[in-house]
Nanobody, 120 residues
C-alpha cells in the first residue's frame, strides 16, 4: 500500500516558478518509479515526467522538457517537480503516481492532486 500526498501548488505569473512535492508513505521507496501527470479542465490526463527509483534516470514530455525537472529524496520518501518558465498552458491539476509493479508505465497509486494556475 502506498499513499501519496502532493503539495506546493498555487497561483503564479507566467515566467515564474513553482516546486511541487509528493510525499509518499511506502516501503522500499527507493525501488519505486515515480511520475508526475497533469490534467487541465476538459482535457485528458497528460504525462509530465518520470524518475527512476535511484533518481539517476528522468524523462519528460516534450511540452515541459528544458523547463521542468524531477528529483527525489529517498531518505524523505519525497519526489519533487521543479517547474520553471511557467506558461498559462501549464495550468492544470498535477498528480504524482507510483509504479510499484514491473510493468513500465503502469501506475498503481495516485495522489489527490494539487492545482497549479499560471496567469498571463
Amino acid at each position: 500500500q502506498v499513499q501519496l500526498v502532493e503539495s506546493g501548488g498555487g497561483l503564479v505569473q507566467a515566467g515564474g516558478s513553482l516546486r511541487l512535492s509528493c510525499a509518499a508513505s511506502a516501503r522500499r521507496f527507493s525501488s519505486i518509479t515515480m511520475a508526475w501527470f497533469r490534467q487541465a479542465p476538459g482535457k485528458e490526463r497528460q504525462f509530465v515526467g518520470v524518475i527512476s527509483g535511484s533518481g539517476a534516470i528522468t524523462r519528460f514530455s516534450d511540452s515541459v522538457k528544458g523547463r521542468f525537472t524531477i528529483s527525489r529524496d529517498n531518505a524523505k520518501t519525497t519526489v519533487y517537480l521543479q517547474m520553471n518558465s511557467l506558461k498559462p498552458e501549464d495550468t492544470a491539476v498535477y498528480f504524482c503516481a507510483a509504479q510499484t509493479g514491473l510493468t513500465v508505465g503502469r501506475y498503481d497509486y495516485w495522489g489527490q492532486g494539487t492545482q497549479v494556475t499560471v496567469s498571463s
